[in-house]
């Protein structure tokens, strides 16, 4: 996969303000005020920085954190993750692997099959619905 690598002002030109300061400086939004949290349409999260696809609707699920929750990425490389200490407490962060746009962050507290819940901010993601035939 080629990586998507721009300056900070690129990003900061490209992105909302919210996305910028989710995407490029880590934060967070705001539990259940995210535009994803409680979407049902069918189709493929992608990372709003590059497009990547991320996660399937048909693996997302209902957490009752108020973020948009899914149980596995669309393939294993789609996201990388990496040791967070930001907050006096160790959590592992989900990034885009493609532009390294922080998403949000894995927990092992998620339904089957895979036991995990990927929490990842609205912000960082488009949805592309799917073709209806």
């Known amino acids: 996969m080629d ?3 721009k300056t ?3 990003w900061k030109a490209q992105l909302l ?3 910028y300061q989710v995407c490029r400086r880590k934060g967070t939004e705001r ?3 995210g535009r994803w949290h409680a979407a049902k349409e069918k189709g493929t999260y ?3 920085c590059c497009g990547n696809p991320l996660f399937s609707s048909d693996t997302k699920f209902e957490s009752g954190t108020g973020w948009p929750s899914f149980w596995d990425p669309v393939a ?3 996201v990388g993750t990496e040791s967070d200490r930001s907050v006096f407490m160790t959590r592992t962060e989900v990034h885009c ?3 390294d746009s922080h998403l949000g962050h894995i927990f092992d507290d ?3 099959p895979t036991g995990l819940r990927y929490c990842i901010n609205s912000a960082s993601l488009d949805l592309k619905p799917e073709n209806k035939r």
């Open 76 to 78: 294993k490389d789609a």
């Open 110 to 112: 998620g339904p089957k």
């Open 17 to 19: 303000p919210e996305q």
């Open 3 to 5: 990586k998507v690598t």
């Open 97 to 99: 692997a493609k532009c």
């Open 8 to 10: 900070d002002a690129e």
């Open 46 to 48: 992608v990372c709003v």
């Open 31 to 33: 539990a259940f005020t």
